[in-house]
T-cell receptor, first 112, second 114 residues
C-alpha cells in the first residue's frame, strides 16, 4: 500500500518568514495530493491540493509543488502569520483506493 | 451549506463495551470515509462507503465496522472496546464521483476507553 513520509515533524519560524514541509510517497499510481491544516480541537481542513498532471499550484501565501519522477511534493507558506500555527498533514490518494494515506504531520509554530 | 456533523463530540466508555459513532455528510455528498487519529499512529483509514456499499477497508480488526444509510448518513461501531481504541475518530465526506474527490472532515468524536 501507499506509504507517505513527512518532514520535519516540528517547525518553528519567525513571523514573516517562510515555512516548507516536504513529503514523499511510495505508490507511483497515486495522483492526488492534498494538504490539510488541523487546529486544536478541530478536524483537518483542506488548504490546498494538487493533481499529478500539474507541477505547481499557488493560492495566495500557500503553494504546493509536485515532482512525480522523484515522488515527492512540498508545501510552501510565505509571510507566515501567528494564525498559521497548527499541525499540517500531507496525503496521497491512489485512483483505485478511495482513501487518503496521510503523513505523520508537522507541527508549525510561528513566533511573533 | 452545513459541514460534516459528527455526534457525539466526546465519549467515555470502559473496556469491553461497544460504541456507535454517527456522521452526517455534507448535503449532496454520497461518500463517507472514517479515519482514526492517535498521537502514535497518526491518521489511519478505517473504511469508505458510497451509496450504502463499502468500497474500501483499512487494516483494522473486525471489531470495527460501519454502515451507510440511504440518506448517506453513516455510523461506525466498535465492539469489545480496548484501551488502545482511545482516539479521535474523524469522518470525511466527498461527492463520491471518484477517487481523488476532495474530502471534507468533521470535527471528530473523541473516544476515551477506561
Amino acid at each position: 500500500g501507499e506509504n507517505v513520509e513527512q518532514h520535519p515533524s516540528t517547525l518553528s519560524v519567525q513571523e514573516g518568514d517562510s515555512a516548507v514541509i516536504k513529503c514523499t510517497y511510495s505508490d507511483s499510481a497515486s495522483n492526488y495530493f492534498p494538504w490539510y491544516k488541523q487546529e486544536l480541537g478541530k478536524g483537518p481542513q483542506l488548504i490546498i491540493d494538487i493533481r499529478s498532471n500539474v507541477g505547481e499550484k499557488k493560492d495566495q501565501r500557500i503553494a504546493v509543488t509536485l515532482n512525480k519522477t522523484a515522488k515527492h511534493f512540498s508545501l510552501h507558506i510565505t509571510e507566515t502569520q501567528p494564525e498559521d500555527s497548527a499541525v499540517y498533514f500531507c496525503a496521497a490518494s491512489n485512483p483505485n483506493d478511495y482513501k487518503l494515506s496521510f503523513g505523520a504531520g508537522t507541527t508549525v509554530t510561528v513566533r511573533a | 451549506k452545513a459541514g460534516v456533523t459528527q455526534t457525539p463530540r466526546y465519549l467515555i466508555k470502559t473496556r469491553g463495551q461497544q460504541v456507535t459513532l454517527s456522521c452526517s455528510p455534507i448535503s449532496g455528498h454520497r461518500s463517507v470515509s472514517w479515519y482514526q487519529q492517535t498521537p502514535g499512529q497518526g491518521l489511519q483509514f478505517l473504511f469508505e462507503y458510497f451509496s450504502e456499499t463499502q468500497r474500501n477497508k483499512g487494516n483494522f480488526p473486525g471489531r470495527f465496522s460501519g454502515r451507510q444509510f440511504s440518506n448517506s448518513r453513516s455510523e461506525m461501531n466498535v465492539s469489545t472496546l480496548e484501551l488502545g481504541d482511545s482516539a479521535l475518530y474523524l469522518c470525511a465526506s466527498a461527492n463520491g464521483r471518484g477517487a481523488g474527490d476532495i474530502q471534507y472532515f468533521g470535527a471528530g468524536t473523541r473516544l476515551s476507553v477506561l
